[in-house]
């Protein structure tokens, strides 16, 4: 199977403090990796290193075989701006806030990115973003503004907006976390639904049962560093590190 992503020994610092410690994972084609792990443990910050928000200390970042970071003599050296904006092309995140542009209406807020950033043509488009809209279930919310959503509407939207990019790789951090219960299950089935369609899709989650389900390969970090990883069903229901066994045990607990 095919690599859509390395990491290979990422370091990432702030400051004095150490976030990510000689990090490596890779992510296949068609994959659902789930990071797990308690608040703190790096998570996050490894996904804005994945996506080019942050910029690792040292440690390769390759999509599909080109380097978007190459380590040279333990530091990161980064590939030239047309690279990059190359690489960016070949993922979209889904932030746990949304992230929707407020004064835009629901179409244009997925529509933006395709017709500036791609060059794509806007009929085109357009016929994309509805019949996306349409599989998110919200066809007739097409002009609707963001403040005239639920917060479940709201993240099936930028998972929309992230998806009329046609990525590779979809990388969504903690989607359920600013949601109610009710409306966690409708954002996790969307996801369930693109597991279905063979999305490559990497998953920071606090949904154990759901990375148990959906995953086909779960990593657990702590302190900037991976403790355990492997087959979801064993790593969650049966884990060998005491790290991980603690972290579970207290999730269970509340």
Known sequence: MKKLLEINHCRKSFGELPVLTDLSLSVEESQVLSIIGPSGSGKSTLLRCATLLETMDGGDLIYDGKYAARDQ???AV???????????????????????????SVLKNIMEAPVLVQKRDRKEVEEEARELLNQMGLADRADAYPFQLSGGQQQRVSIARALAMNPKILFFDEPTSALDPELTGEILRVIRSLAEKKMTMVIVTHEMAFARDVSDYVVFMNDGAIVEQGDPREVI??????????????LTET
């Open 73 to 75: 003599e333990g530091r």
């Open 78 to 104: 980064y590939a030239s701006g047309t690279e990059l904006k190359e690489i960016r092309n070949m993922f979209g995140l889904v932030f746990q806030n949304f992230n929707l542009f407020p004064h835009y």
């Open 237 to 250: 229901d049966h884990p060998t590190q005491e790290r991980t066994i603690q972290f579970l045990r207290r």
